[in-house]
């Protein structure tokens, strides 16, 4: 990968004659796209990465719906992230669960950063990796995407507590501290691991520590109830919280969502809170969903926590089924017209867009 990459994409967002015909192919109103496209855009939760790792998925080549008409995957790429008019987004590294040995995962985490980094590099005229808001900013104004990196699953790092040092240069934005597994930092909430909620250990509060001094951010998604709180009872109070893909069981129970004393907890501190994309948990009739279910979660932490504290974080490519009227990441700017529909000012738009996530990291990092 040292070529650089050059991308083929319409590039709707820096052409304002062109947002009638973008608002038309979608079949959404200008006032739509002038909102979606005057406003930062920024998804908390991109799992593209995965699919590189395990079937070489070339993320720097545009793709269609794939076998499976954007169920589970081919969500995202490159050029339609830059179509799509996404400026920002945390792209993660997933830990693979089944993997033995502690040493090993860092090594493979090693490896992975590298791979992730090198394949933003070779997009050099679309594309930078970015570590505050601060960078964000100038990635901007040099036309480019500014990428996050997360780690989905703090045992990518949990040989020790020293482990984290491995992180190069404070790239890692935030660590998801469990998956869809038990490990030693903690309890998932996964319906797949023993019923009995063990929390966080003795190690995952120092490991919450850790992060706090490294001020990486503390994800807990995929967290159990009883390690969510754990979390927050050593987490440092200055520091604002994500959870960065889920849902609310105020609208919709699920073992993956949040209940209205963990959205406050977040909101507490200062943090956002990012819903999923994924129908599972979101709603009935996952097949054949539509995205009001995205925006009735979304509404839902409005009027719990306040709008400062509602953002996205659609998981694609993470095995999710997308609702069919926004299969993939090209149909992003339909979720502003349902936004809009809802009678939301455009300042409640663009804040739930992207607006939110840059005020919390600009809070921990600059």
């Known amino acids: 990968m040292s070529a650089a990459t050059a991308l083929r994409y319409t590039d ?26 005057t406003g930062d855009v920024l998804d908390l939760h991109v799992d593209t990465f995965i699919w590189d790792r395990i079937l070489r998925y070339d993320v720097t080549k545009r793709h269609g ?4 008409r954007a169920r589970f995957y081919s969500h995202v790429d490159f ?3 830059r179509e799509a008019g996404i400026t920002g987004a945390t792209w993660v590294i997933t830990t693979n669960p089944t993997r033995l ?13 590298a791979r992730l980094r090198a394949l933003f590099a070779s997009a050099p005229n679309d594309f930078e990796v970015v570590r505050t808001v601060a960078e964000y900013r100038n990635a901007r104004k040099a036309g480019k995407h500014g990428a996050f990196l997360g780690i989905q699953g703090g045992n990518a790092l949990d040989r020790d507590l020293d482990a984290l040092e491995l992180i190069p ?15 030693a930092l903690g309890s998932t909430s996964a319906p797949s691991f023993p019923t009995r909620d063990e929390g966080l250990t003795a190690f995952g509060r120092d490991y919450v520590k850790r992060l706090n001094e490294k001020k990486i951010f503390v994800d807990l998604a995929h967290i159990s109830r009883r390690g969510f709180w754990d979390a927050v009872g050593v987490h440092d109070k200055s520091q604002p919280l994500l959870v960065t893909h889920t849902g609310v069981s105020g609208v919709y129970p ?16 200062g943090g956002t809170i990012g819903v ?34 509602a953002s996205i974080g659609s998981d694609w490519d993470g095995a999710i089924i997308t609702p069919r009227d926004m299969p993939t990441c090209l149909e992003l700017p ?3 017209q349902k936004m809009l529909d809802r009678g939301w000012s455009a300042s409640r738009v663009q804040k739930i867009l992207g607006g939110n996530f840059l005020r919390v990291v600009e809070a921990l990092r600059g």
């Open 101 to 113: 040995g502690s040493g090993d995962r860092a090594r493979v985490f090693s490896d992975n950063i």
């Open 12 to 37: 709707y967002r820096s052409d304002p004659s062109s947002w009638g015909a973008w608002a038309s192919s979608l079949g959404i109103s200008r006032e739509a796209i002038e909102v979606y496209a």
């Open 334 to 336: 339909i979720l502003a």
């Open 276 to 309: 999923m994309f994924h129908g599972d948990f979101l709603g009935p009739n996952r097949w054949r969903w539509k995205s009001d279910a995205i925006v009735d979660h979304l509404e839902h932490i409005v009027k719990t926590v306040g709008e400062d504290h």
């Open 65 to 68: 719906h794939g076998a499976l």
């Open 169 to 183: 240069d404070r790239y890692i934005l935030r660590i998801t501290l469990v998956h869809l597994s038990n490990s």
């Open 254 to 269: 699920s073992w993956r969502n949040l209940d209205d004393d963990q959205l406050r907890a977040v909101a507490d501190t």
């Open 79 to 81: 050029p339609r992230v």
